[in-house]
C-alpha cells in the first residue's frame, strides 16, 4: 500500500476560489457579486462564500432562500441576493435575515410586499427583466406593469428597489448577435425602471463568460460564478484568464489483478484487453455523480499515466486498464483537478462527455468526502 489517502474524496483549494476572484475583481474594477449557488458549485458553499469574500467579493448571489439562509446561519454578513422563489415563498424569514430578493412577477412582488408589511421591514428588491433568455424575468410586454407597481411599493415604504437585472443566453459565444440585442433590450429595461423613479438601482447583467469577455455588460458590477472555482466558461484554458481550477477530484485503488486478453470488462463486457494485463478497480461510481456515459470515454491519471476508464461506470465503482504499470491498491487515481501533475480536467471530461464542466463539479458528490487546502476565508 502506498498511501494512506481517503477512499474518494474532492479536494478544494480555498486560497485558488480566493485569488481568482482577486483576477476577476481587479480585471473589472467596479464591485462583484461572487455566484455561490448549488453547494458553491460542488465545492461547498460555506467555505466558498467565505473564500471569495476573502478574495474581495462584495457581495454573494444565490439561487434559492435555502441556500441564502444557509450563509445566514453560518455567521456570513455580506450582502447576499437570493433569485429563485416559489409563490408562498418565505419571504418573511428573508427579510428578517436581510436577503435581498429578485422578483420576476407583479405576483411575486404583492407577495414580498406583505411579508414587509408583516415584518415592518423594507425589502431590498431586484427586478430581473427578461431581455432574450426566457427564462427567469419580466418580458418586454410585462415590464412597465412590475416597474410600476415596484415604484408603488417604494414610495410606500415597503420595498427599496436596489437592483435591475438580467442573464445572458450567449455570453460564452462573445460575437453573437443575441448579445448586442439582449444589451439593448436591457437599457431599455433600465431606461423605463429610472423614468418611473427606481433611480438608486445598480445594473448587471454579466456573469462569467461575460465579465471575461464583454467589458460593455459590465454596468455597475458583475456576477460571475464558475470562473470563481477556476473553470474556462468559454470552454478554453482557464490558465490564458489567469484562473486556476479549484477542485481535484481524486480515488485510492482499492484492488487490483492481472487478467488474461480478452476477458470482458464490467457490466455488459463492453471492453476486452488485447493481451494480457492489470485491470485496477476504483470505489466511485454514477451514485457518487461521475457520468455513467464516462465508461470507455473519460481520461484519469492512475500510476502516472492516462488512462481511460475501461467498460461501463457502474453505481459504486469502475475499472481501468493499466497495462503493464506497477499499480497497486492505495494507489492515487485523479479524475480531474487543475492539470499541473498530468492529471485532466474537468474541460477535458466534459469535451469527451458533451457535456459543460458546471454539470461535473456540481453534481460530484455521494460518497465522496470533501477535503480544503488553502487558509483563504478558513475560521
Ligand atoms: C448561475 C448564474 C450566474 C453565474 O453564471 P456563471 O456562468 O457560472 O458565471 C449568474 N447569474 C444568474 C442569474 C445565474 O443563474
Given amino acids: 500500500m502506498t498511501s494512506a489517502a481517503s477512499r474518494a474524496e474532492v479536494v478544494v483549494d480555498l486560497d485558488a476560489i480566493a485569488a481568482n476572484t482577486a483576477v476577476l475583481r481587479e480585471r473589472v474594477g467596479r464591485p462583484l457579486m461572487a455566484v455561490v449557488k448549488a453547494d458553491g458549485y460542488g465545492h461547498g458553499l460555506v467555505p466558498a462564500a467565505r473564500a471569495v469574500l476573502a478574495g474581495g467579493a462584495d457581495s454573494l448571489g444565490v439561487a434559492v432562500l435555502e441556500e441564502a439562509l444557509a450563509l445566514r446561519a453560518a455567521g456570513i454578513r455580506a450582502p447576499v441576493l437570493a433569485w429563485l422563489h416559489a409563490p408562498g415563498a418565505d ?13 420576476n412577477a407583479e405576483w411575486a ?69 443575441t448579445i448586442g440585442a439582449q444589451v439593448r433590450v436591457f437599457e431599455e429595461a433600465v431606461a423605463i425602471a429610472r423614468a418611473a423613479g427606481l433611480t438608486d438601482a445598480r445594473r448587471h447583467l454579466a456573469n462569467s463568460a461575460a465579465t471575461i469577455a ?59 484487453p ?44 469502475f475499472v481501468l486498464d493499466v497495462g503493464d504499470d ?31 464542466h458546471y454539470e461535473l463539479v456540481t453534481r460530484v458528490g455521494g460518497r465522496f468526502t470533501r477535503r480544503y487546502v488553502g487558509s483563504a476565508g478558513a475560521v
Avoid at 91 to 103: R, T
Avoid at 330 to 354: F, H, I, K, S, Y
Wanted: charged residues 20%.
Fill in 91 to 103: 419571504y418573511a424569514a428573508a427579510l428578517e435575515a436581510d436577503i435581498e430578493l429578485s422578483v
Fill in 109 to 177: 412582488l404583492a407577495e414580498i410586499v406583505a411579508a414587509a408589511r408583516a415584518t415592518g421591514r423594507t425589502a431590498r428588491v431586484q427586478l430581473f427583466a427578461d431581455t432574450g433568455l426566457s427564462r427567469e424575468g419580466a418580458t418586454p410586454a410585462d415590464w412597465p406593469g412590475l416597474v410600476a407597481a415596484a415604484a408603488r411599493a417604494q414610495s410606500d415604504g415597503d420595498i427599496a428597489v436596489v437592483g435591475l437585472w438580467s442573464h445572458m443566453a450567449y455570453a460564452d459565444a462573445p460575437t453573437h448577435p
Fill in 214 to 272: 464583454l467589458p460593455d455588460t459590465w454596468y455597475d458590477l458583475v456576477r460571475p460564478g464558475v470562473a470563481l472555482y477556476g473553470l474556462d466558461p468559454l470552454g478554453g484554458d482557464a490558465a490564458d484568464h489567469g484562473l486556476r481550477p479549484a477542485m481535484t477530484v481524486r480515488a485510492t485503488v482499492v484492488l487490483t489483478k492481472r487478467v488474461p486478453a480478452g476477458v470482458g470488462v464490467s457490466y455488459g463486457h463492453t471492453y476486452f
Fill in 274 to 317: 488485447e493481451s494480457e494485463t492489470t485491470l485496477a478497480l476504483v470505489p466511485v461510481g454514477y451514485a457518487d455523480g461521475i457520468p455513467r456515459a464516462a465508461g470507455n470515454r473519460a481520461p484519469v491519471l492512475a500510476g502516472g499515466s492516462r488512462r481511460t476508464i475501461a467498460g461501463r461506470v457502474c453505481m459504486d465503482q
Fill in 326 to 356: 506497477p499499480v497497486q491498491p492505495g494507489d492515487e487515481v485523479v479524475l480531474w483537478g487543475p492539470g499541473d501533475r498530468g492529471e485532466p480536467t474537468a474541460q477535458a471530461w466534459a469535451d469527451v462527455l458533451d457535456t459543460i
